[in-house]
């Protein structure tokens, strides 16, 4: 995603951390700002996991640039419940 630019990681980091936090429900605990960074940081995981497998990430777009957020905030989300003992 290194072409994104800074709007484009709050803008697709905040639409896939919000996503992945309806999905995981943590929303309601979740405000825009967290929102955002759970996003970006799952965006950054969600590249290298795919990474491992071969996947290149640099060039895949917008869409495919947000499912690889969405997917890594999914991800980081799960752990941090898991981690806590929080349920739904």
Same mark, same amino acid.
């Given at each position: 995603?290194? !072409?994104?630019?800074?709007?484009?990681?709050? =803008?697709?980091? !905040?639409?896939?951390?919000?996503?992945?936090?309806?999905?995981?429900? *943590?929303?309601?605990?979740?405000? =825009?700002?967290?929102?955002? =960074? $759970?996003?970006?940081?799952?965006?950054?995981?969600?590249?290298?996991?795919?990474?491992?497998?071969? =996947?290149? $990430?640099?060039?895949?777009?917008?869409?495919?640039?947000?499912? *690889?957020?969405?997917?890594?905030?999914?991800?980081?989300?799960?752990?941090?419940?898991?981690? *806590?003992?929080?349920?739904?």
């Amino acid at each position: 995603m290194p !072409g994104l630019g800074i709007i484009g990681w709050i =803008v697709i980091g !905040g639409l896939a951390g919000w996503i992945g936090s309806k999905i995981m429900g *943590t929303d309601a605990r979740q405000g =825009v700002v967290l929102n955002i =960074v $759970v996003g970006i940081i799952g965006g950054l995981l969600g590249g290298f996991l795919l990474g491992l497998f071969g =996947v290149d $990430v640099a060039g895949g777009g917008w869409i495919f640039s947000f499912l *690889t957020c969405l997917f890594g905030a999914i991800i980081l989300l799960f752990a941090l419940k898991a981690v *806590t003992g929080q349920r739904s």
